[in-house]
Protein backbone atom coordinates (compact mmCIF):
# COMPACT_ATOMS: atom_id res chain seq x y z
CA UNK A 1 0.00 0.00 0.00
CA UNK A 2 2.33 3.23 -1.27
CA UNK A 3 2.86 5.54 -3.61
CA UNK A 4 4.60 4.07 -6.69
CA UNK A 5 5.53 5.90 -10.02
CA UNK A 6 4.83 4.07 -13.03
CA UNK A 7 5.72 4.80 -16.62
CA UNK A 8 2.93 5.48 -19.34
CA UNK A 9 4.24 6.22 -22.63
CA UNK A 10 7.41 8.06 -21.55
CA UNK A 11 5.75 9.96 -18.80
CA UNK A 12 6.39 9.32 -15.55
CA UNK A 13 3.61 9.37 -13.27
CA UNK A 14 2.47 8.75 -9.86
CA UNK A 15 0.28 5.98 -8.49
CA UNK A 16 -1.33 4.63 -5.00
CA UNK A 17 -0.51 0.03 -5.38
CA UNK A 18 -2.85 -1.72 -2.78
CA UNK A 19 -2.74 -5.36 -2.46
CA UNK A 20 -4.84 -7.59 0.08
CA UNK A 21 -2.76 -9.61 2.22
CA UNK A 22 -3.40 -12.86 0.37
CA UNK A 23 -2.19 -15.09 -2.65
CA UNK A 24 -2.93 -14.59 -6.14
CA UNK A 25 -3.99 -14.39 -8.47
CA UNK A 26 -6.26 -11.65 -7.98
CA UNK A 27 -8.94 -9.64 -9.84
CA UNK A 28 -7.87 -5.69 -10.02
CA UNK A 29 -9.26 -2.56 -10.18
CA UNK A 30 -8.12 0.71 -11.45
CA UNK A 31 -9.66 3.55 -9.68
CA UNK A 32 -9.46 6.68 -11.54
CA UNK A 33 -10.36 10.18 -10.08
CA UNK A 34 -11.95 12.79 -9.81
CA UNK A 35 -10.43 16.52 -11.21
CA UNK A 36 -8.44 16.73 -7.61
CA UNK A 37 -6.07 14.01 -9.16
CA UNK A 38 -4.51 11.58 -6.31
CA UNK A 39 -5.14 12.34 -2.71
CA UNK A 40 -5.97 10.71 0.35
CA UNK A 41 -9.83 10.38 -0.15
CA UNK A 42 -8.59 8.16 -3.59
CA UNK A 43 -6.36 5.99 -1.83
CA UNK A 44 -9.23 5.84 0.66
CA UNK A 45 -11.64 4.46 -2.05
CA UNK A 46 -8.45 2.29 -3.21
CA UNK A 47 -7.59 0.61 0.26
CA UNK A 48 -11.51 0.28 0.46
CA UNK A 49 -11.26 -1.93 -3.11
CA UNK A 50 -8.40 -3.71 -1.62
CA UNK A 51 -10.05 -5.12 1.07
CA UNK A 52 -12.43 -6.52 -0.96
CA UNK A 53 -10.20 -8.55 -2.24
CA UNK A 54 -8.89 -6.42 -5.29
CA UNK A 55 -5.78 -5.07 -6.56
CA UNK A 56 -5.94 -1.94 -6.98
CA UNK A 57 -4.55 0.88 -8.37
CA UNK A 58 -5.01 4.58 -8.65
CA UNK A 59 -2.97 6.88 -11.19
CA UNK A 60 -2.59 10.39 -10.92
CA UNK A 61 -3.37 11.31 -15.03
CA UNK A 62 -4.29 14.51 -14.24
CA UNK A 63 -0.90 15.81 -12.41
CA UNK A 64 -2.69 16.41 -8.81
CA UNK A 65 -5.48 18.88 -10.74
CA UNK A 66 -2.78 21.18 -11.93
CA UNK A 67 -4.82 22.89 -14.54
CA UNK A 68 -2.91 22.29 -18.00
CA UNK A 69 -3.40 18.67 -17.04
CA UNK A 70 -6.56 18.66 -16.71
CA UNK A 71 -7.92 20.58 -19.69
CA UNK A 72 -5.94 18.33 -21.94
CA UNK A 73 -7.66 15.42 -19.08
CA UNK A 74 -11.27 16.54 -20.91
CA UNK A 75 -10.17 17.88 -24.24
CA UNK A 76 -8.81 14.09 -24.89
CA UNK A 77 -11.81 12.83 -23.10
CA UNK A 78 -14.65 14.93 -25.16
CA UNK A 79 -12.42 13.53 -28.71
CA UNK A 80 -12.70 9.85 -26.97
CA UNK A 81 -8.81 10.04 -27.78
CA UNK A 82 -5.15 11.55 -27.08
CA UNK A 83 -2.58 11.11 -24.89
CA UNK A 84 -4.57 11.30 -21.42
CA UNK A 85 -6.44 8.48 -23.50
CA UNK A 86 -3.80 6.56 -24.37
CA UNK A 87 -1.88 7.21 -20.45
CA UNK A 88 -4.89 5.71 -18.78
CA UNK A 89 -5.37 2.62 -21.16
CA UNK A 90 -1.63 1.77 -20.24
CA UNK A 91 -1.79 2.77 -16.75
CA UNK A 92 -4.70 -0.90 -17.07
CA UNK A 93 -2.25 -2.46 -19.02
CA UNK A 94 0.13 -1.64 -15.89
CA UNK A 95 -2.36 -3.55 -13.05
CA UNK A 96 -2.79 -6.44 -15.60
CA UNK A 97 0.87 -7.27 -15.51
CA UNK A 98 1.13 -6.83 -12.12
CA UNK A 99 2.17 -10.56 -10.88
CA UNK A 100 -0.52 -11.37 -8.36
CA UNK A 101 -3.56 -9.60 -10.70
CA UNK A 102 -5.96 -11.81 -13.06
CA UNK A 103 -5.25 -10.30 -16.38
CA UNK A 104 -8.73 -11.51 -17.16
CA UNK A 105 -10.41 -10.22 -14.56
CA UNK A 106 -10.06 -6.26 -14.45
CA UNK A 107 -12.08 -3.64 -13.71
CA UNK A 108 -12.50 0.55 -13.55
CA UNK A 109 -13.88 2.71 -11.23
CA UNK A 110 -14.38 6.56 -11.83
CA UNK A 111 -15.08 9.33 -10.30
CA UNK A 112 -16.41 12.23 -11.94
CA UNK A 113 -13.83 13.28 -15.25
CA UNK A 114 -12.20 9.65 -13.98
CA UNK A 115 -16.31 8.29 -14.66
CA UNK A 116 -15.67 9.75 -18.08
CA UNK A 117 -12.60 7.51 -18.85
CA UNK A 118 -14.40 4.37 -17.37
CA UNK A 119 -16.58 4.45 -19.86
CA UNK A 120 -13.95 4.80 -22.29
CA UNK A 121 -11.85 1.73 -21.16
CA UNK A 122 -15.52 0.11 -20.52
CA UNK A 123 -15.82 0.29 -24.58
CA UNK A 124 -12.10 -1.45 -25.01
CA UNK A 125 -12.62 -4.66 -24.79
CA UNK A 126 -10.21 -5.23 -21.42
CA UNK A 127 -12.04 -5.18 -18.60
CA UNK A 128 -15.24 -6.93 -16.98
CA UNK A 129 -17.16 -4.33 -15.39
CA UNK A 130 -17.05 -0.46 -14.59
CA UNK A 131 -18.53 1.75 -12.40
CA UNK A 132 -18.61 5.06 -13.17
CA UNK A 133 -20.05 7.68 -10.68
CA UNK A 134 -21.52 10.92 -12.01
CA UNK A 135 -19.63 11.15 -14.79
CA UNK A 136 -20.21 12.00 -18.50
CA UNK A 137 -20.70 9.10 -20.35
CA UNK A 138 -19.87 9.19 -24.34
CA UNK A 139 -21.62 12.28 -26.73
CA UNK A 140 -22.99 9.51 -28.94
CA UNK A 141 -24.71 7.22 -26.09
CA UNK A 142 -25.72 4.58 -29.01
CA UNK A 143 -21.78 3.57 -28.18
CA UNK A 144 -23.07 2.60 -24.82
CA UNK A 145 -24.47 -0.78 -26.91
CA UNK A 146 -20.83 -2.48 -26.80
CA UNK A 147 -20.05 -1.43 -22.99
CA UNK A 148 -19.34 -4.22 -20.81
CA UNK A 149 -21.61 -4.69 -17.65
CA UNK A 150 -21.71 -1.11 -15.68
CA UNK A 151 -22.61 -0.28 -11.87
CA UNK A 152 -23.62 3.42 -12.57
CA UNK A 153 -24.53 6.23 -9.95
CA UNK A 154 -25.35 10.05 -10.44
CA UNK A 155 -26.41 12.36 -7.61
CA UNK A 156 -30.20 13.61 -8.33
CA UNK A 157 -28.91 17.39 -6.78
CA UNK A 158 -26.11 17.14 -9.88
CA UNK A 159 -27.85 19.32 -12.72
CA UNK A 160 -24.72 19.60 -14.65
CA UNK A 161 -24.53 15.34 -14.87
CA UNK A 162 -27.57 13.69 -13.01
CA UNK A 163 -29.21 14.10 -16.34
CA UNK A 164 -27.29 11.44 -17.47
CA UNK A 165 -28.90 8.45 -15.32
CA UNK A 166 -32.05 8.24 -17.56
CA UNK A 167 -30.61 8.14 -20.67
CA UNK A 168 -27.37 5.66 -19.64
CA UNK A 169 -29.90 3.40 -18.12
CA UNK A 170 -32.53 3.64 -21.43
CA UNK A 171 -29.70 2.59 -23.63
CA UNK A 172 -28.37 0.18 -21.72
CA UNK A 173 -31.85 -1.79 -21.29
CA UNK A 174 -32.58 -0.99 -24.80
CA UNK A 175 -29.41 -2.87 -25.67
CA UNK A 176 -28.94 -5.62 -23.34
CA UNK A 177 -26.38 -4.82 -21.21
CA UNK A 178 -25.78 -5.94 -17.73
CA UNK A 179 -26.41 -2.75 -15.64
CA UNK A 180 -27.44 -0.93 -12.42
CA UNK A 181 -27.73 2.76 -12.84
CA UNK A 182 -29.17 4.25 -9.77
CA UNK A 183 -29.73 8.37 -9.05
CA UNK A 184 -29.51 9.43 -5.49
CA UNK A 185 -32.21 12.02 -5.24
CA UNK A 186 -30.51 13.31 -1.74
CA UNK A 187 -27.34 13.78 -2.96
CA UNK A 188 -25.22 15.89 -5.55
CA UNK A 189 -21.79 15.54 -7.57
CA UNK A 190 -19.21 14.14 -5.76
CA UNK A 191 -21.45 12.43 -2.92
CA UNK A 192 -18.38 9.40 -2.89
CA UNK A 193 -15.83 11.79 -2.25
CA UNK A 194 -14.97 13.57 0.75
CA UNK A 195 -11.99 15.31 -0.42
CA UNK A 196 -12.50 19.41 -0.04
CA UNK A 197 -10.98 19.78 -3.49
CA UNK A 198 -10.46 23.44 -4.82
CA UNK A 199 -12.93 25.47 -3.14
CA UNK A 200 -12.62 28.34 -5.86
CA UNK A 201 -14.26 25.59 -7.96
CA UNK A 202 -16.16 23.80 -5.64
CA UNK A 203 -18.07 27.23 -4.67
CA UNK A 204 -18.59 28.19 -8.38
CA UNK A 205 -19.95 24.50 -9.00
CA UNK A 206 -21.77 24.81 -6.41
CA UNK A 207 -25.15 26.17 -7.56
CA UNK A 208 -25.18 23.44 -10.36
CA UNK A 209 -23.89 20.31 -8.92
CA UNK A 210 -24.70 20.36 -5.32
CA UNK A 211 -21.18 18.97 -4.41
CA UNK A 212 -20.51 17.14 -1.47
CA UNK A 213 -20.08 13.63 0.20
CA UNK A 214 -23.26 12.24 1.22
CA UNK A 215 -22.65 9.40 3.78
CA UNK A 216 -26.11 7.23 3.26
CA UNK A 217 -26.11 7.35 -0.56
CA UNK A 218 -22.64 6.77 -0.85
CA UNK A 219 -22.83 3.45 1.62
CA UNK A 220 -25.69 2.73 -0.30
CA UNK A 221 -23.94 3.07 -4.17
CA UNK A 222 -20.76 0.98 -2.26
CA UNK A 223 -22.85 -2.17 -1.68
CA UNK A 224 -24.35 -2.42 -5.00
CA UNK A 225 -20.91 -1.63 -6.63
CA UNK A 226 -19.03 -4.46 -5.04
CA UNK A 227 -21.99 -6.79 -5.68
CA UNK A 228 -21.68 -5.54 -9.08
CA UNK A 229 -18.03 -6.66 -9.36
CA UNK A 230 -18.05 -9.73 -7.48
CA UNK A 231 -21.23 -10.90 -9.97
CA UNK A 232 -18.96 -9.82 -13.28
CA UNK A 233 -15.33 -9.40 -12.49
Known amino acids: MNDITIDLGGTRVTAYLTTPDREGPMPGVLVLSEAWGL ?40 RGQGPVVDA ?55 QLAALCPAVVSYGGKDKMFGKYASKVEQVLATHNVAHDVRSYPEAGHSFLNQAEGHRFAKTLMAP ?8 ESAEHAWGRITRFFAEHV
Open 88 to 142: VDQALDHLAGQPNVDPNRLAVAGFCLGAGYAFLLGLGGKVKAIAPNYGQPPSDLD
Open 208 to 215: FAAIGYHQ
Open 39 to 78: NDDIRRITDRFANEGYVALAPDFVDGGRIRCLAKAAGDLR
